[in-house]
């Protein structure tokens, strides 16, 4: 963003951002370390890059010298899964620890094994980004908290372009725009996941940034500039993590309709446009196929054996219907006794933090209906009396609900690889943070579904709502880990 363009940034979103940044930062204080789903993977990948330059090449479970030192030193497998058992908490723990790491340091060992588990697979950028702030402290012990900020710095951009989609999908009410900013920013599982060494937190950041840009277009119409925003935006997040693909879909027949839209006024410069987006959108994908193919292995890597065994047979596609949706007659049922929307999305949105070891009491995932089932009836009241504006807009909700679709799909077709050995491996709320936007404009149609009265009132009651929600998630993470 330009210099011009940040300073039209309205406060509020700037706001936004502080709050998703300082909750983030809270977490990454609060969840010990590793402690955080394949963060020792994670950071396994950044030391590989840091210390030979290369990314990782085996998918083995293989860690350091200095992250085992620190593993050992901070009891992670006894505290892993076992939530009956506490981190270390003592001064007398905490210099055992310290020179325990200070040994291997000394002796100098390395990680040679070029193996980072089941973040080998993902594409490298995120993790050379956080190789900044590793070369910034001289062992684990400081490197992790630096990485895990600039996690949280992420956290902010997506808090920050979650606003901006908001104003620009629901101009009319400014106030409005508050609440769903505000609302993100406080989504406990966002502070969560942004606050360790995760890609994810990147992917949530240019995630939020695609929506608003697409939206941007939608509203004010496709311009070069937009157009090279978009197709880079694209590209940062193939680079990012493989799950960005869910996206693509949507993103793609959104920049189509954007290009006929334009093209009303002038074809040239409307195709002109949609080609500098390809182009760009495709530069990493054609550069990564070169250097590939240079090394004489698979095209696409990973993602080419993905595709030659892409199907979608009626056993799977019902497979990832009834992983959201209850089943429909005729379906086999893959899920037996478990209603999924529940149990396994809306639950682990409310509370599902640690190595998913960490949780309310039963009764807090019940009472939690109430609230989630009065936002929706406000923001569904809202959408039938805007009901014309929706159809004027079908077009761009369409683009929306293909995002969100292909973002579901990806993570179900993912899980159905285990199936039935594990009936839902993947089923877990933070997959599907990319669509957070989403979740902005819904907070905010329900704030103002409350009407023009009560409707400021309603959003600071859902303000309220989330925050405590966070408060009070980190506060089960402390009685978790420090009780």
Same mark, same amino acid.
């Given at each position: ?137 001289? &062992?684990?012990?400081?490197? #992790?908290?630096?990485?895990? =900020?600039?996690? +949280?710095?992420? !956290? /902010?951009?997506? @808090? *920050?372009? $979650? ?102 006024? &002038?074809?040239?410069?409307? #195709?002109?446009?949609?080609? =500098?987006?390809? +182009?760009?959108? !495709? /530069?990493?994908? @054609? *550069?990564? $196929? ?118 579901? !799909?990806?993570?179900? @077709? ?70």
């Amino acid at each position: 963003m330009s210099a011009r363009a940040l300073a039209r940034v309205p406060r509020a979103a700037w706001l936004c951002a502080l709050v998703a940044g300082l909750s983030a930062a809270g977490w990454s204080i609060l969840t010990p370390a590793f402690q955080a789903p394949d963060e020792l993977d994670h950071y396994a990948y950044v030391e590989l890059l840091a210390e030979h330059g290369d990314p990782p090449v085996s998918r083995d479970e293989v860690q350091g010298p200095e992250e085992v030192a620190a593993l050992t030193g901070l009891d992670y497998l006894q505290v892993r899964h076992q939530p009956r058992d506490h981190t270390i908490s003592s001064r007398a723990q905490q210099q055992a620890l310290e020179a325990d790491v200070a040994s291997v340091r000394e002796r100098h060992l390395v990680n040679n094994s070029r193996a980072a588990g089941v973040a080998a697979s993902e594409p490298p950028l995120y993790y050379a980004l956080e190789t900044i702030p590793y070369r910034l402290a001289g &062992s684990v012990l400081g490197r #992790l908290p630096l990485m895990r =900020l600039l996690s +949280a710095f992420m !956290a /902010a951009l997506t @808090a *920050l372009f $979650a606003f901006l989609f908001v104003r620009e999908a629901l101009p009319s009410v400014g106030w409005a725009w508050i609440v769903g900013g505000l609302g993100v920013a406080l989504a406990p599982l966002l502070g969560f996941i942004s606050g360790s060494v995760n890609p994810e937190s990147l992917l949530y950041a240019v995630s939020a940034a695609l929506f608003y840009c697409l939206a941007r277009g939608f509203r004010r119409g496709l311009t070069p500039r937009l157009a090279l925003a978009i197709g880079a935006l694209i590209a940062v997040g193939l680079a990012t993590k493989l799950n960005f693909i869910g996206l693509l879909p949507g993103a793609l027949l959104g920049l189509l309709l954007l290009g006929a839209r334009a093209a009303r006024s &002038s074809r040239r410069s409307a #195709l002109g446009s949609l080609a =500098l987006a390809c +182009a760009v959108a !495709a /530069a990493p994908v @054609a *550069l990564y $196929a070169g250097l590939n193919a240079l090394s004489r292995h698979r095209t696409l890597g990973i993602v080419s054996a993905a595709l030659a065994s892409a199907r979608l047979p009626a056993a799977e596609l019902s497979y990832i219907w009834q992983l959201y949706l209850p089943r429909l007659p005729g379906m086999a049922s893959d899920f037996p006794g478990l209603f999924t929307a529940r149990q396994l999305w809306f639950d682990g949105y409310v509370g599902l933090y640690g190595w998913f070891d960490t949780t309310f009491p039963g009764w807090v995932y019940e009472a939690a209906l109430l609230p989630a089932a009065a936002i929706a009836a406000l923001c569904a009241r809202e959408l039938i009396l805007r009901r014309a504006a929706l159809r004027r807009r079908a077009g761009e909700l369409i683009v929306y609900a293909l995002m969100a679709a292909g973002v579901m !799909a990806l993570v179900g @077709a993912a899980s159905y690889k285990s199936f039935p050995a594990r009936s839902a491996e993947f089923a877990e709320a933070r997959y599907l943070l990319p669509m957070l936007p989403l979740l902005a404009a819904l907070l905010a149609l329900a704030a103002r579904g409350a009407g023009r009265r009560w409707g400021p009132a309603a959003g600071a009651s859902i303000v309220v709502l989330f925050l405590a929600h966070d408060i009070f998630s980190q506060l089960l993470v402390v009685s978790r880990f420090y009780g």
